[in-house]
């Protein structure tokens, strides 16, 4: 510690560590595009994810000659930077651990983030929907009001299951948080059932319909 700052917890000196290559291999980041090192194996393991393995599954992994180009091995096939390799892991680590930003189906998982701070919870309404709450979703389009801000956050949703001990991207989806509403209207109102009793119709979430499907 100097004068109350522990200096690893600096910015400018993680960001000087960071560009520190130690002789290691430099190519030019496919996230970032900036040139400089790159990791030969994916620094964080991916938790999580359906079938993976229990200690973190990678997410970008070459181990035998058959699946080298141009003679690079391991990730050097598709180089990622140091920063940008942690950053990933990290956020897939922290995304997959939270009931509010992921959702297991059979065996994939489905994670959800938005550019900003945004309240709307997505998966509440696949899991577990709340008959006030897609009352009050269907009901906004005619009421020409809604809680969210006008500027509409961007909506980043990302699907991953696991093959041995790889991760497989099975689907990735960009648009904004007024599109996901509009289409769960859509959802809520094509699946929508009148109770034979007459009463208010109660929104089934994926879990109820897959099992009213299939036994």
């Known amino acids: 510690v100097v004068d109350g700052i522990i200096p690893t917890d600096l910015p400018s000196v993680q960001e000087y560590w960071a560009g520190r290559n ?53 990730t050097l096939n598709s180089p990622i930077g140091k920063r940008a390799g942690e950053k990933i892991g990290n956020a897939l680590n922290r995304l997959l651990s939270s009931d509010r ?24 309404f696949l899991s577990n929907p709340r008959p006030e709450d897609v009352a009050a979703l269907l009901k906004s389009a005619y009421q020409g009001r809604e809680s969210a801000p006008v500027k ?43 109770p034979y009793d007459g009463g208010d119709y109660e929104p089934m979430g994926i879990f109820r319909l897959g099992v009213s499907l299939f036994r």
């Not at 190519?27 to 973190?56: E, F, H, N, S």
């Open 22 to 74: 130690e002789g290691g291999p430099e190519a030019r980041c496919l996230v970032t595009g900036m040139l400089g090192p790159v990791v030969d194996r994916m620094p964080t393991p991916i938790k999580g994810v359906p079938d993976g393995q229990p200690t973190g599954t990678t997410l970008i992994s070459v181990n035998m000659p058959a699946g080298e180009s141009y003679g690079l091995s391991a």
């Open 152 to 194: 509409s956050s961007d909506f980043f949703a990302l699907c991953l299951s696991a093959n041995v001990s790889r991760i497989v991207v099975r689907d990735y989806q960009e648009t904004t948080i007024d599109a996901v509403k509009a289409s769960l209207a859509r959802w809520f109102e094509t699946i929508r059932i009148v």
């Open 101 to 124: 930003h992921s959702l297991r189906i059979g065996k994939a998982v489905y994670v959800y983030w938005t550019r900003g701070a945004e309240e709307f919870d997505f998966l509440s």
